[in-house]
């Protein structure tokens, strides 16, 4: 396939799915993932501080690097790929589905609102006790760990750690749109995290285009129908702006 017909296929596509992980939030300033840590954190492995064995184990510690990520994030701004794609929405209405791994809720702050958030939120912390999911307050005054406003329990941060279960209904949904979908597009994520990352081969199995957005080739690379080598916002700006 071609850029060309990529676009022309995303252009005629009745339903789209997208997958986005950190790469989508890179332009904002938010260090993908596997990035190294830096400062204090630089001690730790992500996967060392994103467990229920981590939090058992120390969960000022684990909290005080989810309040500093909070924080980070409030003070970042959507990019030129959310806004595209929140475009991308608007253009398609109903036929638009958006799964996110990124816990920075930077698509639902560009206008965003046909999207799960597979992974969590950052903003957000949930009780283990009753389930109650409530907002952080303001990170300027927030201290963790926040206590549950329904059972005063403290609440852990509303994040899927390594070795848990994603939400079920979240999962089932995008699973029916990525199979559902004529075009999947898959931007800055490096596909090594499943579920997540199978439900690009939902698309590719029934049938439909699989299109990535990403500098560099991914571990789903060769299972999908076209790749653009770029950033996220000017990757999606060749899909959907021809012309520019
Ligand atoms: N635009 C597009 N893609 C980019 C950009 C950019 N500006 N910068 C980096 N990338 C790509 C990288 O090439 C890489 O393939 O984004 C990808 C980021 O990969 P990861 O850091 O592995 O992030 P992600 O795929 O979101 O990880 C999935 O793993 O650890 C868990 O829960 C965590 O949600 C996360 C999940």
Redesign the pocket.
């Known amino acids: 396939m071609t850029l060309e017909q990529a676009r022309a296929a995303l252009a005629a596509a009745r339903r789209v799915a997208v997958l986005t992980?950190?790469?989508?939030s890179?332009?904002s300033g938010i260090p993908?993932?596997?990035?190294a840590q830096t400062g204090h954190w630089a001690r730790f492995r992500?996967e060392d501080l994103?467990s229920p064995d981590a939090y058992r184990r120390d969960p000022e510690t684990v909290w005080a690097w989810y309040a500093g990520r909070y924080r980070d994030v409030t003070q970042a701004q959507p990019n030129e790929a959310h806004h595209l794609l929140a475009r991308l929405e608007r253009e398609k209405g109903d036929g638009f589905f958006l799964a996110t791994?990124?816990?920075d809720g930077l698509h639902a702050r560009a206008g965003g609102e046909r999207l799960v958030e597979l992974?969590g939120n950052l903003s957000t912390a949930r009780c283990e006790t009753c389930g109650t999911v409530a907002p952080l307050p303001d990170p300027e005054t927030f201290t963790p760990p926040p206590g549950c406003p329904v059972c005063a329990a403290p609440m852990r941060p509303n994040i899927v750690w390594f070795g848990e279960f994603l939400p079920e209904l979240a999962l089932e949904a995008a699973t029916r749109a990525f199979e559902e979908a004529d075009v999947a597009l898959i931007?800055?994520?490096?596909?090594?995290?499943y579920p997540?990352a199978g439900l690009a081969l939902e698309t590719r199995r029934a049938g439909g285009v699989v299109i990535e957005?990403?500098?560099?080739e991914?571990e789903l690379t060769p299972y999908l129908t076209y790749s653009v080598r770029d950033?996220?916002s000017r990757?999606l700006l060749a899909l959907l702006d021809p012309t520019d």
């Open positions: 992980g950190a790469g989508a890179a332009e993908t993932f596997r990035d992500p994103a791994q990124n816990v992974h931007v800055g994520t490096s596909g090594q995290v997540a957005v990403n500098p560099d991914t950033v996220a990757g």
